[in-house]
């Protein structure tokens, strides 16, 4: 059993902010994160995956399919694009690090087994300060 | 004659976009960038000032009162904000990053004149593979 | 439950050195850093929670509450003083990055349960080559 | 318990190869990493071991004799090296990076035992878009 | 005018050798660099250009253009190659940093020069201790 | 013409403190670097010289030497030192970065010369921060 982790990453703007609640209450738990006008990140995405080598291979996945699936179901759709607004698999959702962490995983988890790996972690990095990472539940 | 160099961070929002043109040219030009929900980054902003050494301080200008001058005259105005809707020294500007080390040019060379240095150059990275650097005209 | 991490940093002086030992002991077992007039690092500390994600806000605890408590219970106390001289939660003794990690996890680990998640790890980095992580006993 | 992690790093030729198979079947599963007249890298190389503390030192390890081990057992080995023709722990296997991580696990995994303390895993970074992590089975 | 640069990266192998000089001349001058069976690096680049701002774009240069012109005359040429044996704008020449840097400005001035700006230096940095820059004779 | 730049570090305690002045007067202007017990830093050292290539090595400088020199002459007297106390080419001078990059030149200024080459400039970062550079008067 070995881990293997590959990073990808994405610029994309976003707000946070909840509708249950007024400006007032949103600006004081969100501070500067609740400007309505959006802010954005340079977003890092670290996507491990672990399980047995292939003895022809010396590989656990090949890398060039583990990237090409992250490039289609998830950097496409967040790359450049607007958290709240643009992303199928957002939408409802807020979009703080953690469950933007969550949502990737629910992406790729399928993808990962099909290729004969299993997914292990989720970690998106928003900025040099704040990671969050998730290991399913 | 010696040159300093203070780093400062901003998470904005911004959209590439030339009013003049059609939606067809503006993603011809602009690519992924002209996405009208926005997008956005954590920018790196690198002032580079130059000057004497103080004997008194060894220094060529007190770093605490260059940190706050770029707090104040541009942190404070960039930072969680959307460059071409919040920021008053972009209003009506393209929001590339050659305009903006420009612009952040204008909003410092006085100060930092004021404390005693020359402004010597602005750097704004806004992914880890693009930067601009602006030296004045 | 999914993790977030939080990174600060700071500057400070320290010393290897057993008082039990003579000078020629201390230099044979810690080296360099054994020198009686002191030497420094920038460390960058990285504190883990756990927990839950609240529905309300899509946090597991609040950057701005985490961030605060460990400025306040850490940073202050280490930024810019003498690990051997000036810290009150390292009196008597030993300022390796081992024994600073689980200081820093014993200062943090009750106030991070009052803002309702779990500490999950101290990571204390010494230069790039070296770091050192504590998960609790 | 407490865990420290030491990184070195080395510079090594390396080709991705299976003799089994012909060289369209190498190219199709290796890509560009089967280029018959090798490619390389800047590995970088984090051991870390975990273990509780010497009362006396404050370490778990001391640093200068895990690095020197490090040094001797594989960076003196790897470093400037081609992983397929030059080094005796990799002769017969497949130069991927998960391989390589065993096999440096391997070769540290008794040292460590000697000086006390026990080996936690073993990362092997071999572009900053890739790495992967051995535990151990 | 202002400055632009572009960060692209490469892994390459190569080897250090003077076909005038014996073998012992070599390893005394060029040291582990001088292994026959090669060594590799992954290289970055950094392709400095400068120029004025079209009014309409904001833009020194399109970076779209410019990343295209680099992938296309220089990283699709070296990338997972051999700079010493499949680089036709290598052949015949050391394949130090220094002069690779010269050689990578060769290929990419007269087509900055054609997409409008101007090319100002050329960095090549092969460890994280090491790089070179070149500024056009 | 090519510049080489190479990279050191080192970690050193120090102090910003002016004896014409009283306390009250030191922590003005100093701040938090006035404290009197030191605090300290993981500084990089980086050291770029210009010059032509030779043309039987490809180099401008053999590194082995350059970095031979930069040891020799400033690394083993600054790492793991107290820059106040412990280092003659320091003595009565201000510990500012400032002041440490010009006293760095005027070591390094003649061996490099004595190497074949020209020193270009000095770069000190204490933080990731700050950094100041010196390229002679």
Do not use: P
């Amino acid at each position: 059993m070995i881990h293997l982790t590959r990073r990808e990453r994405f610029n994309a703007a976003h707000m946070l902010w909840n509708d249950k609640w007024d400006e007032q209450k949103n600006i004081e738990v969100f501070g500067k994160c609740a400007n309505k006008n959006w802010h954005g990140h340079n977003f890092e995405l670290f996507v491990t995956v672990k399980g047995d080598i292939n003895k022809d291979t010396g590989f656990v996945i090949n890398l060039k399919d583990l990237s090409q699936l992250i490039q289609y179901k998830v950097i496409d759709k967040l790359d450049h694009k607007n958290l709240n607004l643009d992303v199928d698999f957002m939408k409802g959702k807020m979009t703080s690090t953690e469950v933007l962490a969550i949502a990737i995983w629910e992406e790729l988890d399928e993808g990962i087994a099909k290729l004969g790996a299993t997914l292990h972690s989720i970690k998106v990095q928003e900025t040099e300060n704040n990671f969050v990472e998730y290991f399913g539940q």
